[in-house]
């Protein structure tokens, strides 16, 4: 049982560089979403796809895009990293048509910038 | 709009006490709840969510919790804590129509002394 998959786990990166953090699901599941988590701050939402084609800004999307590549994948793309990105990430996904709203997460993705 | 407050960032206990997370939600609409849990250097994974058939819900690992309109609350509890429980909880909440978003709580760290 794969779930929620994400690459990489950890990255380092310098002020100014770029990196793209994965996401995929083998659940079936329309909508995909990304966090990050920050002490003391709980979990912030990044962006999400209601469904395959569509992509919504959430609370903090500045700093970052994302692509739906398909209805497996949903990328979260750092074009010029800053120290304040600096968090861990989680990608989520949810049934959605009729459900409850409960999202199955990743094990999330440790990101350093320097 | 919805938003979760959880009370007290830091809960800590001696194994075989009550444990008691305070979560207080704002909704305009009828929501759902859930609670969430995070062991270290892991995801987040579902505890129990309150989809309004009983206001009592139990979950896994001996938790449950209790949905209360006049209080707008919805505390997680278990009858006696083990070392195993020792991680951070999360209180989140959706609006029963429509809404893509879940919104998270600042999250409570349970430490349980021996």
């Known amino acids: 049982n794969a779930g929620v998959t994400q690459t990489p786990k950890f990255q380092v990166l310098k002020t100014g560089q770029s990196m793209t953090l994965q996401c995929a699901q083998d659940?079936?599941?329309?909508?995909m979403y990304w966090y990050r988590q920050d002490p003391g701050m709980g979990l912030r939402l990044i962006y999400y796809?209601?469904?395959?084609?569509?992509?919504d800004k959430g609370e903090v999307p500045n700093g970052y895009n994302v692509s739906r590549l398909n209805k497996r994948e949903f990328s979260l793309r750092l074009e010029s990293a800053a120290p304040s990105q600096t968090s861990v990430y989680f990608c989520?996904?949810?049934?959605?048509?009729?459900?409850?709203?409960?999202?199955?997460f990743g094990e999330g993705s440790r990101l350093t910038v320097l | 709009a919805q938003s979760v407050t959880q009370l007290g960032s830091h809960v800590s206990v001696s194994e075989g006490a009550l444990v008691l997370l305070r979560c207080n939600y704002s909704?305009?609409?009828?929501?759902?709840l859930f609670w969430y849990v995070q062991y270290p250097n892991q995801g987040l994974q579902l505890l129990l969510k309150y989809t309004s058939a009983a206001t009592l819900v139990k979950g896994i690992n001996g938790f449950e919790a209790e949905f209360k309109k006049s209080e707008t609350s919805f505390h997680l509890t278990k009858p006696s804590a083990h070392m195993s429980d020792a991680a951070e909880y999360f209180c989140?909440?959706?609006?029963?129509?429509?809404?893509?978003?879940?919104?998270f709580g600042q999250g409570t760290r349970l430490t349980i002394n021996p």
């Open positions: 909704s305009s609409v009828p929501p759902y």
């Open positions: 989140a909440v959706r609006a029963i129509q429509g809404a893509q978003k879940l919104v």
């Open positions: 659940m079936n599941h329309n909508s």
């Open positions: 796809s209601a469904s395959e084609g569509t992509t």
């Open positions: 989520a996904s949810r049934r959605n048509r009729g459900d409850t709203g409960e999202l199955f």
